[in-house]
Structure formats: C-alpha cells, structure tokens
C-alpha cells in the first residue's frame, strides 16, 4: 500500500471514528456518561457533554475534507488538530487511573494512546510530499487510432 492510500485510511478511521463518537456524546449523553471509563469522574454534566459531542463532529467535518481533498496543508491541519486533542486527553487520563482497576486502567491507555499515536503517525506519513502525489493519468487511445501520429 502506498503513502498516499495508507494515509487517506488513516484520516478516513479518525473522520469515521470522531463521527461516530460525536453523534454518540451530542445525542445520547447519558449514555456515553455510563460508559465506566468516563463516568468515574463526577459530576454529570450534559452541557459539557453535548459540547464535547459537538466539537467531535466539529473535528470529523475537517478530516473528512482532508480525506475527500488529500490537500497537503488540510491534511496536516487536521492531523495537528487531532493531536492537540488527543494528546492531552491521554496525559489527563493517565494521571486519573485510581478509581480504575489495572485491567480498565491498561483498557482505557491503549485505547486513548492509540488515539494519540495513530494521528501521529499519520503525520509521519504526511511529511512527505510524495504522499500527496497521484499518479499520472493513463491516456485514453480509441481502438483502432494510429499510435504513431
């Protein structure tokens, strides 16, 4: 798989992901709140909780025009985007494991480090500007026309 097909999966599982999650949190709340892993830190709060769905959706429109454009510039906003997200979203949970036991703990770290890590290999990828480059357009011949003209 080349470095642009690896890259557009890899914006098309964040776009996919953040989607999902964002209708999740902005349209259920409550549900999302039961979720043990968001839940051990009180209290309820649907405001915050449906801004939190909404910023996610705000977050899937931008990588979605990065995977729909593949434009340099896009790609590496959205990417820096999600990192800023994600990274201290991993660092404050990893500082608020107690309440967890080691197997939720270890759960819930390689579910958000992947969050972070992801991203930043994307990132990687997108570095380089052959990432972006596709190939050239095979020409189109009608049978029968003359090859050496």
């Known amino acids: 798989m080349k470095r642009h097909d690896l890259l557009r999966a ?3 599982l964040l776009a996919g992901t953040q989607v999902l999650l964002g209708l999740w949190i902005l349209l259920l709340p409550d549900t ?3 979720w043990r892993w968001v839940s051990y830190l009180p209290p309820y709060n ?3 909780l449906r801004d939190l769905g909404s910023t996610n959706l705000a977050l899937a429109v931008v990588l979605c025009a990065a995977v729909t454009t593949m434009e340099r ?3 590496l906003t959205a990417l820096v985007a999600y ?3 994600s990274v201290p ?3 404050f949970h990893a500082r608020h494991l107690e309440p967890l036991s080691a197997a939720s703990g270890a759960g819930l770290m ?3 480090g992947t969050g972070a890590v992801l991203p930043a290999a994307l990132l990687w990828l997108a570095a380089d500007p052959s990432a972006f480059r596709r190939p050239a357009p095979v020409a189109y011949r009608p049978k029968g026309a003359n090859k050496s003209s």
């Open 32 to 34: 999302f709140w039961k």
């Open 89 to 91: 979203h991993l660092v």
């Open 83 to 85: 990192v800023t997200a």
């Open 46 to 48: 649907e405001h915050l």
């Open 110 to 112: 390689a579910l958000l």
């Open 73 to 75: 510039r896009l790609v």
């Open 10 to 12: 890899g914006l098309g």
